[in-house]
């Protein structure tokens, strides 16, 4: 096949003003080209639906490893309860239905006035031109003050060889000992994960006999950030005697060596077990694009393209999207996919030479286990439109929370556990299938 | 450089190209892309109920019905998450779409 670029081809034409009202895929001498960045549900979602929408977009996803270990799930591999072959999403599908190139790197530079990004691979560094930029690289971790080696310590809040590590340290726990936890302050990725792996591990320790051992949670935030009714009650009546919940623990240092953690409300010398996950930021390769004062990327939210660039483009974990004051978008799995639909539907869009659309809705669903047999739930929508302070005061256009709400008690029970694993299925083909 | 070669070669690429060009999005297709979560890609499986192929009317009507009521599961707040008019919107698009036959 002949390649050109734009340039020769305009040139070749001869004719360039007369192209210039077309679609830019028109003008284009090679099918216009997505470069994504991650390949976990938002970039994998991303690439899938701009194949299936996008007609013949040239889509190439960059992912460091050969396959993606799924957080989702992935506290019930930290209990055993699950292997992690269950968690284990390969890119096969993608590649054979779909038609996406998958390439295994590490993205490491982007070159935004030149659209080109760099790629280091076991051969070499390689250079993706690109028409459009998609970085769905999920979060990295501000690092606390002390010596924190998060390979004594894991946080196990990107799952892999971290949650083989943390299920490794439980499984070794014995009576009258303690897993010590931290919960992020907020924005974190998955607000109700923390306080669901405190559920799972005291119901671990429990039915495994381990009289007298502990779950203590150092929380850096005011109260429990997601389902409050499901999570307080898990707490003080389910697992009461096991979990100790501690608010406003703003953590001051750690040492992974000792296993101590040093915070504004309890220090603790020697856990057992210490389960520290750290405050969260934007993915490093988003280092060259504005952050707002939570180190995430805002983004456009009808094209999650970025201010000074619109065709670079950041979903998922590493994005803020405006939201209404208190109403944040909620960090998540099944948020990034939602996102990586709009995203897709905007760049196919920009290349048919259409506005992107307006009349756009996003949501979070999700399935929190309390013990091996029981889960909560947890659902948040957004529509576009108008935005408001904490005043109620109008503050500009985003994604507006138009509802909001856990599981009833009476719905915590084995049904909605059996629907976490429909769930759990559902998105991951959704996303990698 | 065979200059007329190439350029004859460039416009027969762009004109297939323009045979491959992405279609203008179907109206309710991207509101309805947000059912697949848990639903499955174009609402036919796997995941809850398949929604692909069922009548407008009945998926509309389900969704009203889960919006106005109380909160009897999950979906009961999803629907709580789209105006009556983008209900509409995803009602008629879903059933335009293939099912496998489902429930």
């Not at chain 1, 390649?3 to 895929?25: D, E, I, M, V």
């Not at chain 1, 054979?96 to 070159?111: E, K, P, T, Y």
């Not at chain 1, 109700?192 to 039915?207: F, Q, S, T």
């Not at chain 1, 948020?335 to 809705?361: L, Q, W, Y």
């Amino acid at each position: 096949m002949m390649t050109l670029n734009r340039r020769q081809f305009l040139k070749l034409a001869g004719t360039a003003s007369a192209l210039a009202t077309l679609p830019r895929a028109v003008h284009a001498a090679v099918a216009p080209r997505v470069v994504v960045v991650g390949g976990g549900f938002g970039g994998a979602t991303l690439a899938k639906y701009l194949r299936m929408w996008g007609g013949n977009i040239q889509v190439t996803l960059v992912d460091a490893n050969p396959s993606h270990f799924s957080c989702i799930l992935s506290n019930l591999v930290v209990t055993g309860a699950l292997p992690m072959s269950r968690i284990t999403l390969g890119f096969d599908s993608l590649i054979n239905n779909h038609g996406i190139a998958v390439m295994q790197g590490q993205a490491v530079a982007i070159d935004a006035p030149g659209n080109t990004l760099t790629v280091k691979t076991a051969s070499g560094n390689l250079i993706l031109p690109y028409d459009h930029l998609v970085l769905s690289p999920g979060i990295d971790f501000v690092a606390p003050a002390g010596n924190w080696k998060p390979n004594l310590t894991p946080h196990a809040w990107r799952a892999g060889s971290q949650t083989i590590l943390l299920k490794k340290q439980l499984a070794a726990m014995r009576s009258n000992e303690t897993f010590v936890m931290t919960v992020p302050k907020a924005p974190y990725r998955c607000p109700p994960g923390p306080y669901e792996r405190a559920c799972v591990v005291a119901d671990y320790l429990k039915r495994k006999g381990h009289t007298g051992a502990k779950v203590l949670v150092l929380d850096a935030n005011a109260g429990i950030t997601a389902e409050p009714e499901a999570f307080g009650h898990a707490f003080n009546v389910a697992h009461a005697g096991i979990i100790e919940y501690v608010p406003n623990a703003t953590v001051l240092s750690v040492d992974s060596d000792t296993r101590s953690i040093v915070t504004t409300a309890k220090t603790v010398n020697g856990a057992k077990v210490l389960n520290y996950i750290p405050n969260q930021r934007a993915s490093a390769i988003t280092k060259g694009l504005p952050h707002d004062s939570t180190r995430f990327v805002p983004v456009d939210p009808l094209t999650y393209g970025t201010a000074k660039y619109p065709n670079i483009h950041v979903i998922g974990d590493s994005c803020t999207v405006p939201a209404s004051d208190g109403k944040a978008v909620p960090k998540s799995g099944h948020m990034a996919n939602s996102e990586a639909k709009i995203c897709a539907d905007a760049i196919v869009r920009s290349f048919t030479g259409e506005p992107p659309d307006i009349n756009i809705a996003t949501s979070s669903a999700c399935f929190s286990p309390i013990t091996n047999r029981t889960s909560s739930w947890l659902s948040a929508n957004f529509i576009y439109g108008d935005i408001f302070d904490a005043n109620g005061k109008v503050k500009g256009k985003g994604m507006h929370r138009v509802d909001i709400g856990e599981a009833p008690e009476n719905m915590i029970d084995g049904d909605s556990y059996q629907d976490m694993f429909t769930w759990a299925d559902s998105i991951f083909a959704d996303s990698f299938m | 450089m065979d200059i007329p070669r190439l350029s004859r070669a460039a416009l027969a690429c762009a004109a297939l190209l323009t045979a491959a060009l992405p279609a203008s999005a179907e109206p309710g297709r991207l509101l309805a892309s947000q059912c697949a979560q848990c639903h499955g890609t174009n609402g036919a499986g796997p995941g809850f109920d398949e929604l692909a192929g069922k009548s407008s009317s009945d998926l509309f009507n389900d969704m009203i019905e889960m919006k106005y009521g109380s909160i009897e599961g999950i979906m009961d707040r999803q629907a709580r998450g789209y105006t009556d008019d983008q209900l509409q919107l995803i009602s008629d698009y879903l059933s335009t779409l293939p099912g496998n036959g489902d429930d």
